[in-house]
T-cell receptor, first 116, second 114 residues
Framework: DAGVTQSPTHLIKTRGQQVTLRCSPK?????VSWYQQALGQGPQFIFQ???????QRGNFPDRFSGHQFPNYSSELNVNALLLGDSALYLC???????????????FGPGTRLLVL | AQSVTQLDSHVSVSEGTPVLLRCNYS??????LFWYVQHPNKGLQLLLK??????LVKGINGFEAEFKKSETSFHLTKPSAHMSDAAEYFC????????????FGTGTRLTIIP
């Protein structure tokens, strides 16, 4: 079992550009959540996708958008990048069925984004 | 709204001595509480979770935490620190068994002194 995988591992962009980050959930999981972890801070919830729809959203501007594909993988898109978007972006996956039994989310290693 | 406060940003202990990482929570509902660990350049790993069952929760690698509703606390402890415990630790709260939004604390960096 490969667990949650994310690509790329590192990325450098300039202000104003757009970026797409990718996440493949753990086998058997159908829900993907995205978090932003700024340097020295705890992760902050961006949004969650289930059944290809955004189900819950944190306090992030519309520049942050996402998508979930039929195979449950997901993308995070950030438009008009700002210096403050530099962070580690974490993907977490979970299973609707397993949620009933209280199983929580599994995290990937993250994508480190640097905006210059 | 839910939140957690980690009372120490940095804790240093000697190898073989006890570890105590402190966390207070705030939640409108019966919360689910978690401790995650993050080693450098690695993903977040779940140490343990409380979801309204036993108030004393045992996790991996010898860690445990006690849920105290009267004190709104969920402190993480370990009887004897090991060098491999050096990492960043996050206290986390959720209002739906951890299936929805997780709210993280700011983290406690644990340093182990040889």
């Amino acid at each position: 079992d490969a667990g949650v995988t994310q690509s790329p591992t590192h990325l450098i962009k300039t202000r104003g550009q757009q970026v797409t980050l990718r996440c493949s959930p753990k086998s058997g999981h159908d829900t993907v959540s995205w978090y932003q972890q700024a340097l020295g801070q705890g992760p902050q919830f961006i949004f969650q996708y289930y059944e290809e729809e955004e189900r819950q959203r944190g306090n992030f501007p519309d520049r942050f958008s996402g998508h979930q594909f039929p195979n449950y993988s997901s993308e995070l898109n950030v438009n008009a990048l700002l210096l403050g978007d530099s962070a580690l972006y974490l993907c977490a996956s979970s299973s609707l069925q397993k949620r009933v039994r209280g199983e929580t989310q599994y995290f990937g290693p993250g994508t480190r984004l640097l905006v210059l | 709204a839910q939140s957690v406060t980690q009372l120490d940003s940095h804790v240093s202990v000697s190898e073989g001595t006890p570890v105590l990482l402190r966390c207070n929570y705030s939640s409108s509902y019966s919360p689910s509480l978690f401790w995650y660990v993050q080693h450098p350049n690695k993903g977040l790993q779940l140490l343990l979770k409380y979801t309204s069952a036993a108030t004393l929760v045992k996790g991996i690698n010898g860690f445990e935490a006690e849920f105290k509703k009267s004190e709104t606390s969920f402190h993480l402890t370990k009887p004897s620190a090991h060098m491999s415990d050096a990492a960043e630790y996050f206290c986390v709260v959720s209002e739906n068994f951890g299936n929805e939004k997780l709210t993280f604390g700011t983290g406690t960096r644990l340093t182990i002194i040889p």
